[in-house]
C-alpha cells in the first residue's frame, strides 16, 4: 500500500469520528475546545518527508494534524517520496515547495533563501548543543533545520560469533580483514561481510565515513564542509593516485570480494535480505545505522547477540570513525503563507513526549538529552562507542547537484560489477562526476 494511502484512510477515519462525537470534544493534545466558536482561520500545511518510519508515526502520534480537529485549526497533508531531496528540488522549479521538509536540504536551495532560518528558536535551548553545530549551514553560518533524533552509523557484529572465535573489534582495516578472513575460514556457512549493495545509498554510506570520514577527522566539520562546498580537492585529499583514498577505498572492497569475505549477491541483495541475514546468524557484520535495529527487532525479536564497533582506520596516519549523525529533520519553507502555522507543528514535534515517540520507534537516539528513550537494548553499548576515541562525524552535507548520496553508492556499484579496470579508473571517473556536478549548480 502507497504511503499516502495509509494517511488518507487515518484521515477519512478520523474525520469520520469527529462527525459522530460532535464539534465540542476536546482533541489530542489541544486542552482547548475546538470548533466553530474557536476563532481560529483553518490553515492546510503541505509536510514532504524523505523518510516512511517518519511519516507513518506523523500520522499515528498526531493524528490532530492529519484530520485537522485541533484547536489552532491546523491540517498537515502529508507526502513521502523516497527521493525526497531530487522530487523538492522538482517542486522547487515549480514554484511549489512544500510548507515544511523533512529530508537533507539541497545547498542550492538554502542558498537561494528558500528555507527559513531557524537559529534563534527556543527550542535550541532543550537540544544536544552538538545538535546545532552539525545543523549550521557552513556558507550562512545558519540553521535551517533542527533534528528530532541523533543517530549512530558503525559496524554491527554478532556478539556471539566474536566471542567464541575470539576476535576483538578492529582498530585498523588490516584487523577487521583478518577477523573476516577467520570467520570465513571458522564459520563457512557465515557470510563474514554483508552489504546489501542493491540499495545505492549503502555504498554512499560507506563513502561518507570511510572516505570523506578521512577528511572530516582531519578538517572538522565545518573545514570539511567548507572545502566540499568551495570544491576544494586539494584540501580535501581526493585525487585519482593509486595511494589516494579514493583507490584504496575501492581497492579495499575489491579484496574483500575476491576473497570471498562478501555476500556473493553484493549487488542484488536489498537491505530486508541484509538484517533478515544477520539476524538469522548468517551474516557476521554489516555497516549500517541504529535506525537499523528496530527492524531487527521486528524480525527476530530475541536475537540480542548484536555488539557495535567503529569503522576501522583507512589509512596508517587515520584513527577510526563513527557515525554521529543528525536524524528526524524538521525544516520550513520561508515562502509559506502559513510560517507561524508551520512553527506550531514543529513545536509540538520537538515536545520531549514526542521526541520520546519516535526515538523509540525508528531506534534514534534523542536530540534532547533531558529524554529518557527506550530505544534499544544496546543503547548503553553504542553510547561507549560514541564516547570513545573514534572520530565522530555526520553525514556529507555539500554534495554538488546530482551527485547526491545515491548517485556515489551508484559508482560503487559499477566498481563491484567490474567496470573499471583498476581504482585509479574508479578515482578518475568519481573525480569527473563530482566535477561535473558541481560545474552545473554553478553556472
Known amino acids: 500500500?502507497?504511503?499516502?494511502?495509509?494517511?488518507?484512510?487515518?484521515?477519512?477515519?478520523?474525520?469520520?469520528?469527529?462527525?459522530?462525537?460532535?464539534?465540542?470534544?476536546?482533541?489530542?493534545?489541544?486542552?482547548?475546545?475546538?470548533?466553530s466558536g474557536s476563532g481560529t482561520e483553518p490553515v492546510t500545511l503541505t509536510f514532504l518527508f524523505g523518510d516512511a518510519v517518519m511519516m507513518d508515526w506523523f500520522c499515528e502520534y498526531f493524528p490532530e494534524y492529519i484530520s485537522?480537529?485541533?484547536?489552532?485549526?491546523?491540517?498537515?497533508?502529508?507526502?513521502?517520496?523516497?527521493?525526497?531531496?531530487?522530487?523538492?528540488?522538482?517542486?522547487?522549479?515549480?514554484?511549489e515547495i512544500p510548507d515544511m521538509v523533512s529530508t537533507g536540504l539541497p545547498q542550492e536551495m538554502v542558498d537561494q533563501g528558500k528555507f527559513l532560518?531557524?537559529?534563534?528558536?527556543?527550542?535550541?535551548?532543550?537540544?544536544?548543543?552538538?545538535?546545532?553545530?552539525?545543523?549550521?549551514?557552513?556558507?550562512?553560518?545558519?540553521?535551517?533545520?533542527?533534528?528530532?533524533?541523533?543517530?549512530?552509523?558503525?559496524?554491527?557484529?554478532?556478539?556471539?560469533?566474536?566471542?567464541?572465535?575470539?576476535?576483538?573489534?578492529?582498530?585498523?582495516?588490516?584487523?577487521?580483514?583478518?577477523?573476516?578472513?577467520?570467520?570465513?575460514?571458522e564459520k563457512p556457512d557465515m557470510v563474514p561481510f554483508y552489504i546489501c549493495g542493491k540499495e545505492a545509498y549503502t555504498f554512499g554510506h560507506m563513502i561518507d565515513f570511510m572516505v570523506d570520514g578521512v577528511a572530516k577527522e582531519k578538517l572538522g566539520?565545518?573545514?570539511?564542509?567548507?572545502?566540499?562546498?568551495?570544491?576544494?580537492?586539494?584540501?580535501?585529499?581526493?585525487?585519482?593516485?593509486?595511494?589516494?583514498?579514493?583507490?584504496?577505498?575501492?581497492?579495499?572492497?575489491?579484496?574483500?570480494?575476491?576473497?570471498?569475505?562478501?555476500?556473493?549477491?553484493v549487488i542484488t541483495a536489498s537491505y530486508d535480505n541484509q538484517i533478515e541475514a544477520f539476524v538469522s546468524g548468517k551474516a557476521a557484520v554489516i555497516s549500517q545505522g541504529v535506525?537499523?535495529?528496530?527492524?531487527?527487532?521486528?524480525?527476530?525479536?530475541?536475537?540480542?547477540?548484536?555488539?557495535?564497533a567503529a569503522y576501522p582506520a583507512m589509512l596508517s596516519d587515520s584513527t577510526k570513525i563513527v557515525g554521529n549523525t543528525l536524524d528526524s529533520y524538521i525544516?520550513?519553507?520561508?515562502?509559506?503563507?502559513?510560517?507561524?502555522?508551520a512553527k506550531k507543528v514543529a513545536e509540538a514535534?520537538?515536545?520531549?513526549?514526542?521526541?520520546?515517540?519516535?526515538c523509540e520507534t525508528r531506534s534514534a537516539i534523542p536530540a534532547n538529552p533531558s529524554v529518557d528513550a527506550d530505544w534499544s537494548i544496546i543503547k548503553d553499548d553504542v553510547a561507549a562507542v560514541l564516547g570513545g576515541d573514534a572520530a565522530k562525524v555526520t553525514f556529507t552535507q555539500n554534495l554538488p547537484g546530482a551527485f547526491n548520496g545515491d548517485e556515489r553508492g551508484r559508482l560503487v556499484q559499477e566498481l563491484m560489477v567490474g567496470k573499471y579496470g583498476n581504482t585509479v579508473e574508479f578515482a578518475e571517473e568519481y573525480l569527473k562526476r563530482w566535477n561535473e556536478a558541481y560545474e552545473s549548480i554553478s553556472q
Open 349 to 358: 514535534m520537538l515536545e520531549p513526549e514526542a521526541i520520546q515517540s519516535l
Open 291 to 308: 535506525w537499523s535495529l528496530a527492524d531487527m527487532q521486528k524480525k527476530a525479536p530475541d536475537f540480542e547477540s548484536i555488539g557495535f
Open 68 to 95: 485537522g480537529d485541533n484547536a489552532d485549526g491546523i491540517t498537515v497533508e502529508v507526502e513521502y517520496q523516497k527521493e525526497a531531496n531530487q522530487v523538492l528540488q522538482v517542486k522547487s522549479a515549480a514554484g
Open 117 to 185: 532560518d531557524l537559529s534563534e528558536e527556543s527550542w535550541w535551548d532543550d537540544l544536544n548543543p552538538s545538535a546545532k553545530e552539525l545543523s549550521v549551514d557552513v556558507k550562512s553560518g545558519k540553521n535551517y533545520f533542527v533534528p528530532m533524533c541523533m543517530g549512530a552509523v558503525g559496524l554491527f557484529y554478532n556478539r556471539d560469533v566474536f566471542e567464541e572465535l575470539g576476535l576483538k573489534e578492529a582498530e585498523t582495516w588490516e584487523e577487521l580483514m583478518d577477523n573476516l578472513r577467520v570467520i570465513r575460514d
Open 331 to 341: 525544516s520550513i519553507s520561508a515562502s509559506g503563507q502559513h510560517i507561524d502555522a
Open 1 to 35: 500500500m502507497a504511503k499516502r494511502s495509509i494517511c488518507a484512510i487515518l484521515t477519512g477515519l478520523l474525520l469520520l469520528g469527529t462527525l459522530l462525537t460532535g464539534c465540542g470534544e476536546k482533541t489530542v493534545g489541544s486542552g482547548q475546545e475546538t470548533g
Open 221 to 265: 566539520y565545518s573545514g570539511f564542509e567548507t572545502a566540499a562546498s568551495q570544491n576544494d580537492l586539494e584540501t580535501l585529499g581526493w585525487n585519482a593516485q593509486e595511494d589516494g583514498i579514493l583507490s584504496i577505498f575501492a581497492r579495499d572492497l575489491l579484496q574483500m570480494q575476491e576473497e570471498g569475505l562478501l555476500n556473493e549477491n
